[in-house]
């Protein structure tokens, strides 16, 4: 076995206060941030980033489109920083890893996503600090982008998007809005599940996987119902970071596949599409590696596979998210299009449970 983690951690409360000291060696960077993640903080992060070169790269959209990556590395060309500094979600961590990526390649942005592999230049040093808990992308080699207009997904997975530093301060997740706090939370306890029933597993990625279930599945209703609960805002950022470097080394598996449709043609927000299937796939996993039921219905507290999936679905009702198929808009056309485009095969491929077309389908009929 082998687990890998170049990306420096510091976590804990207050712990953005760090940053002058990792910026020290650089003077020209380049800051990503969005607007939610960066108009809380404007004031502090201008007194932190006093007396540097900034190139803002400002106001990124939600699950952002291979043209953004384009024109954000463009930026980074042409400026040349010493260092990415990324403030933000999902969104804003992944297109900062990707641009810093591609600015350091001679191949095109297209001919980068297209690869499948290869000899790649180091990017430029990203410092990601995350706003919400939930995609672990601070700690991950991956970085998600879209075409909506094609209805396509492309996905990085290079060890040169581990980011350098990974700034984790359960305070700037104190602002989000509860759905948000829902949806992300969401991502990250699926995201652990499947590094857990993954067969790419293996004994620290369990640790990890392990620790961030316990951790999140009482803590992620709190954090929604109170977002000034600090308890709660520190465990489920804790559960995120934990499901980071749990899934950074295994990846994720069925529930991902089976999302990327419902996200695509169905706009369902990714922590809810990951998460509506989470109960039912788990029941099929644990029956394709029923040795590792024990410990993952300890750390659940549970003493079924049932009981799990239930206190599962318990979890994510009490934080305002959906757990059946037509609570989604989606009905038995809808269903096709989620067998037809759901296997994506470097995902699917991680499953301990084969699933067919006609297996998933049944699933997926279960659920309406
Ligand atoms: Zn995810």
Same mark, same amino acid.
């Given at each position: 076995m082998s687990y890998e983690m170049p990306t420096i951690i510091l976590f804990?409360?207050?712990c953005l206060a760090t940053l002058p000291d990792l910026l020290?060696?650089?003077?020209?960077?380049?800051?990503?941030?969005?607007?939610?993640s960066y108009v809380p903080n404007a004031q502090r992060m201008d007194a932190l980033l006093q007396g540097k070169d900034i190139l803002h790269i400002a106001d990124i959209a939600p699950e952002p489109e291979v043209r953004h990556?384009?024109?954000?590395?463009?930026?980074?060309?042409?400026? /040349?920083?010493?260092? @990415?500094?990324?403030?933000?979600?999902? %969104?804003?961590?992944? =297109?900062?890893?990707?641009?810093?990526?591609?600015?350091?390649?001679s191949t095109s942005v297209e001919g980068l996503l297209s690869a499948s592999g290869g000899h790649f230049a180091?990017?430029?040093p990203v410092i990601a600090i995350p706003t919400t808990a939930g995609t672990g992308s601070e700690v991950t080699p991956f970085a998600v982008f879209w075409n909506h207009g094609e209805k396509k997904?492309?996905?990085?997975?290079?060890?040169?998007?581990?980011? /350098?530093?990974?700034? @984790?301060?359960?305070?700037?997740?104190? %602002?989000?809005?509860? =759905?948000?706090?829902?949806?992300?939370?969401?991502?990250?306890?699926?995201?652990?599940?499947?590094?857990?029933?993954?067969?790419?597993?293996?004994?620290t990625s369990d640790a990890y996987a392990l620790e961030a279930l316990s951790l999140?599945?009482?803590?992620?209703?709190?954090?929604?119902?109170?977002?000034?609960?600090?308890?709660?805002?520190?465990?489920?950022?804790?559960?995120s970071l934990r499901a980071g470097q749990a899934f950074?080394?295994?990846?994720?598996?069925?529930?991902?596949?089976? %999302?990327y449709p419902m996200t695509l043609y169905f706009g369902v927000t990714h922590g809810q599409a990951v998460g509506v299937t989470l109960p039912e796939v788990l029941l099929l996993d644990a029956q394709a590696m029923p040795n590792r039921i024990p410990d993952f219905c300890e750390a659940l507290g549970a003493s079924s596979m049932g009981e799990a999936a239930e206190k599962i679905r318990d979890m994510m009702r009490a934080s305002g998210l959906c757990t059946r198929l037509s609570e989604l808009g989606i009905d038995r056309a809808g269903i096709d299009?989620?067998?037809?485009?759901?296997?994506?095969?470097?995902?699917?491929?991680?499953?301990?449970?084969?699933?067919?077309?006609?297996?998933?389908?049944?699933?997926?009929?279960?659920?309406?």
């Open positions: 804990g409360e207050g020290a060696p650089y003077r020209k960077i380049a800051f990503f941030h969005g607007r939610a990556l384009q024109e954000c590395t463009e930026q980074l060309q042409s400026f /040349a920083p010493e260092c @990415v500094l990324a403030l933000g979600g999902g %969104s804003v961590l992944d =297109i900062a890893k990707g641009a810093a990526f591609c600015a350091m390649q180091d990017s430029l997904k492309y996905s990085f997975g290079y060890r040169e998007l581990f980011p /350098a530093h990974a700034l @984790v301060d359960p305070e700037l997740t104190y %602002s989000m809005p509860p =759905i948000v706090t829902a949806c992300t939370g969401m991502d990250a306890f699926t995201q652990a599940c499947e590094s857990y029933w993954n067969n790419n597993h293996n004994p999140m599945l009482s803590a992620l209703p709190k954090a929604v119902e109170d977002g000034a609960d600090a308890s709660a805002r520190h465990d489920v950022m804790l559960g950074s080394n295994t990846r994720t598996a069925a529930c991902h596949s089976i %999302s299009i989620i067998v037809e485009h759901g296997f994506t095969p470097e995902r699917m491929s991680n499953n301990p449970y084969a699933f067919t077309a006609e297996s998933l389908r049944t699933m997926l009929l279960h659920l309406l």
